[in-house]
T-cell receptor
Framework: ETGVTQTPRHLVMGMTNKKSLKCEQH?????MYWYKQSAKKPLELMFV???????ENNSVPSRFSPECPNSSHLFLHLHTLQPEDSALYLC???????????FGDGTRLSIL | KQEVTQIPAALSVPEGENLVLNCSFT??????LQWFRQDPGKGLTSLLL?????REQTSGRLNASLDKSSGRSTLYIAASQPGDSATYLC???????????FGDGTTLTVKP
């Protein structure tokens, strides 16, 4: 039990599909993060939410749209993705910047 | 732009050895540095977090040091065990909120 749950674990979609990734944390944290982990590349921070407000967007293409309806849930809405978007998408949460981040097991996304 | 380098990329040791993993970063204006481990197909697990004002952190057989002036951190693992086999990632958070840069990781194999 990691405390951070991501669904689905695996997702295969075509470039014209629309899907959403879900992240839920049961740790009472107030910050949540989306990361992208591609093969042979370092982990990349995509979005940061603190107290349900987006505080960081590292120049992510608009085909990725995050949503944080409350402090326990984070979504990543996907549409018109490209093959290079195939990767492991990781969600994390923390109780502020001074505390370690706790990660989910990720969603393995494959774009056909 | 912050760059994080981890050396070596891969390391194989016999059980019981002490070992050191290295992490270097180019911009010393950091907020904190964090070491993670990642098991295959899983998310990241935070091991140690060092604030910029600290020199080291210890947890069990793990000890992480930070030298901001030289842009280096080391992760020392004492009396290694096969269960320590994983990829170890170093992440630096800049003084700007939410900007984290990860290294490529060191893949450690501890042989029984």
């Amino acid at each position: 039990e990691t405390g951070v749950t991501q669904t689905p674990r695996h997702l295969v979609m075509g470039m014209t599909n629309k899907k959403s990734l879900k992240c839920e944390q049961h740790l009472g944290h107030n910050a949540m993060y989306w990361y992208k982990q591609s093969a042979k590349k370092p982990l990349e921070l995509m979005f940061v939410y603190s107290l349900e407000e987006r505080v960081e967007n590292n120049s992510v293409p608009s085909r990725f749209s995050p949503e944080c309806p409350n402090s326990s849930h984070l979504f990543l809405h996907l549409h018109t993705l490209q093959p290079e978007d195939s990767a492991l998408y990781l969600c994390a949460s923390s109780q502020g910047r001074d505390q370690p981040q706790h990660f989910g097991d990720g969603t393995r996304l494959s774009i056909l | 732009k912050q760059e994080v380098t981890q050396i070596p990329a891969a390391l194989s040791v016999p059980e019981g050895e002490n070992l050191v993993l290295n992490c270097s970063f180019t911009d010393s204006a950091i907020y904190n540095l964090q070491w993670f481990r990642q098991d295959p197909g899983k998310g990241l697990t935070s091991l140690l977090l060092i604030q910029s004002s600290q020199r080291e952190q210890t947890s069990g057989r793990l000890n992480a040091s930070l030298d901001k002036s030289s842009g280096r951190s080391t992760l020392y693992i004492a009396a290694s065990q096969p269960g320590d086999s994983a990829t170890y990632l170093c992440a630096v958070e800049d003084t700007n909120a939410g900007k984290s840069t990860f290294g490529d990781g060191t893949t450690l194999t501890v042989k029984p």
